[in-house]
């Protein structure tokens, strides 16, 4: 059974930091992809930042310049610096990774429950 768990959310003002992780534990013989979406209610989640096993990154216009995303193959976490914080990051962020169990394995996607990030002006 693998678990994905977030930590790191909370409130700040506009122009804080925030780092948030996400620890993926359980039977796991590769991650090939980890990363960072983010929804706000009456909208779809959308697509914050990922990062591969090879440590090539992608990440959204929006916060392209302010957020970074980052990951420790040692400890299957990965990491999102958020800086410059404005109003409008306000939402659930939800990890992802997509894992095997083992070299003949499936890769499948796995979801952590989300961890709350607020942003007051």
């Known amino acids: 059974q693998v678990q994905l768990v977030e930590a790191g959310g909370g409130s700040v003002q506009a122009g804080g930091s925030l780092r948030l992780s996400c620890a993926a534990s359980?039977?796991?013989?590769?991650?090939?992809?980890m990363g960072w979406y983010r929804q706000t209610p009456g909208k779809t989640r959308e697509l914050v930042a990922t990062?591969?096993?090879?440590?090539?990154?992608n990440s959204a216009d929006s916060v392209k310049g302010r957020f970074t995303i980052s990951r420790d193959n040692a400890k299957n976490t990965v990491y999102l610096e958020m800086n410059s914080l404005r109003p409008e990051d306000t939402a659930v962020y939800y990890c992802n990774a997509v894992l095997r169990y083992d070299r003949f394995g499936i890769a499948r996607s796995y979801w952590g429950q989300g961890t709350q990030v607020t942003v007051s002006s």
């Open positions: 990062i591969t096993s090879g440590g090539t990154t």
């Open positions: 359980g039977t796991i013989f590769s991650i090939d992809y």
